[in-house]
């Protein structure tokens, strides 16, 4: 009789919210190698730890992940027989959790080649502009990428609006804010005397309006993207064009 094909059951956790739980796992394996080898805590450790593996790779066909399934045939608990004194119980042990913990150090290895940039929080990351953390970043760090992208985008042109005291949307807001056309824009980025600064002004106004097209987009469809380096640069983007609004001049319009 043929086996039983069960559905796979795909991981719920992302990289960055795997990481952090596994090297907890892995700081209190000091404290579990202190314990003689049969103490129910070191159950209770060993029986956390596989459930976030579980969480974080998956069960393919319903069985353990393969990284999942090396973790748990190295307890070191199961090299005894009767007999086996006492200390040799212990040594089997100790020299399982030390293969666990060089395994539990390669799976963070594996986690952090997949994890989002901005995931990363040390000085030297990029960090999104304080307001598209505000409205997006849990979002994309939870995983949803598209949301991010579309309240990125809509707390940009609200932001334009605001600045520049203009109340039309899309790209009536977005000719007006920064064209320059027999007009003064209400929001410059440089003097306008030179033709370079002129194909700033416009370079930069056509990052504005296509944040419009992005919008417009994410606004009217409900197709989802899984790619977390694809969501990070929409955020980037999104950065940018706050940081430029901080630095322009403003008229009045």
Not at 62 to 82: C, K, L, P, V
Not at 87 to 103: D, H, I, K, P, T
Not at 104 to 115: G, S, T
Not at 136 to 147: A, I, K, N, V, W
Request: charged content about 25%; overall charge neutral.
């Amino acid at each position: 009789m043929a086996k039983a094909v069960h559905p796979s059951i795909p991981p719920r956790l992302q990289p960055h919210q795997a990481i952090p739980l596994i090297k907890r796992q892995i700081e209190r394996l000091d404290e579990i190698m202190k314990l003689r080898w049969n103490d129910p805590q070191i159950d209770a450790w060993e029986s956390t730890t596989e459930n976030i593996l579980n969480e974080t790779f998956g069960m393919p066909a319903g069985e353990r992940h393969r990284n999942t399934q090396e973790f748990a045939i190295n307890s070191g608990r199961g090299y005894s027989y009767g007999g086996m004194p006492d200390e040799e119980y212990q040594a089997n042990f100790l020299s399982g959790q030390r293969v666990r913990r060089a395994l539990l150090e390669a799976f963070v290895e594996q986690l952090q080649d997949l994890a989002p940039p901005s995931s990363a929080t040390a000085p030297h990351q990029y960090r999104f502009h304080s307001e598209i953390e505000r409205v997006s970043g849990q979002l994309y760090r939870d995983g949803h990428y598209r949301e991010a992208a579309l309240n990125a985008y809509i707390r940009i042109i609200d932001e334009v609006r605001r600045r520049s005291g203009l109340t039309e949307d899309g790209d009536p807001l977005m000719n007006r804010a920064f064209g320059f056309q027999g007009q003064t824009p209400a929001i410059q980025f440089n003097n306008l005397t030179t033709e370079a600064e002129k194909d700033e002004q416009r370079g930069i106004m056509f990052l504005f309006k296509g944040i419009v097209g992005l919008r417009n987009a994410k606004a009217h469809s409900i197709a989802l993207f899984d790619d977390p380096y694809r969501g990070h640069n929409y955020l980037a983007l999104a950065s940018l064009l706050m940081r430029l609004l901080e630095i322009a001049r403003y008229n009045q319009p």
